[in-house]
């Protein structure tokens, strides 16, 4: 099937930095991907969904300028927690479409965020 | 509202025994429906969706719209079920959620 990739697995910052977290799509092209949220021991909450070369359309609740999104090519969406806090401390999980019509998501390892 | 729940956080069968983990929806529209799975320490895939009416692993799922469920069953259980399952529901924007998830442990 097909594979996409997330890098940091892990990543430990202060309060008030920035973090990066890259997904990538690496045997196919993706014109949409999905970020999501997991909390310990419960679900996948949509955080938002990204558009190569458009503005990513987020959740009702999730605030746009905290985590920012970008879609810059076919094989590669980045999420910036800006000004991160305690609170943001979480897994982060990116899936991408290999083929529109099928529906099957394809998942990214998930990067742990920790917040100090 | 688009919503998946799964009522069920834990549940434990011996090895042999049926199985069901339930999925109810709630979408105004006609439904796309998914399992997923997630064993130890491997990321999530897609176990079987509705549309495709397939038996994968040994396990089916039914789209029951009057009942508006969704539930995963197999019929004999075996240690390698073991592992978290999460019913997504795609939704109008091509979204997917997912339901809180059910832990699955298949006891030998």
């Known amino acids: 099937g097909a594979v996409v990739s997330q890098h940091p697995s892990w990543v430990i910052c202060k309060s008030g930095t920035s973090v990066k977290i890259e997904c990538r799509s690496l045997?196919?092209?993706?014109?949409?991907m999905f970020w999501y949220r997991q909390f310990p021991k419960q679900s996948l909450m949509l955080m938002a969904t990204?558009?190569?070369?458009?503005?990513?359309?987020?959740e009702q609740g999730v605030e746009k300028d905290k985590f920012l999104i970008n879609h810059a090519s076919l094989t590669l969406s980045t999420l910036t927690v800006t000004s991160a806090h305690p609170e943001d401390s979480s897994f982060y999980i990116c899936?991408?479409?290999?083929?529109?019509?099928?529906?099957?998501?394809?998942f990214g390892e998930g990067s742990r965020l920790t917040v100090l | 509202a688009q919503r998946v729940t799964q009522p069920e956080k834990l549940l434990s069968v011996f090895k042999g025994a049926p199985v069901e983990l339930k999925c109810n929806y709630s979408?105004?529209?006609?439904?796309?429906l998914f399992w997923y799975v997630q064993y130890s320490r491997q990321r999530l895939q897609l176990l079987l969706r509705?549309?495709s009416r397939e038996s994968i692993k040994g396990f089916t799922a039914d789209l029951n719209k009057g009942e508006t469920s969704f539930h995963l069953k197999k019929p004999f259980a075996q240690e390698e079920d073991s592992a978290m399952y999460y019913c997504?529901?795609?939704?109008?924007?091509?979204?997917?959620?997912f339901g809180t998830g059910t832990s699955l442990t298949v006891i030998p």
């Open positions: 509705h549309i």
């Open positions: 997504a529901l795609r939704g109008t924007g091509n979204q997917f959620y």
């Open positions: 990204s558009n190569e070369g458009s503005k990513a359309t987020y």
């Open positions: 899936s991408a479409r290999q083929d529109p019509n099928t529906g099957e998501l394809f």
């Open positions: 045997d196919f092209q993706a014109t949409t």
């Open positions: 979408y105004s529209g006609s439904p796309e």
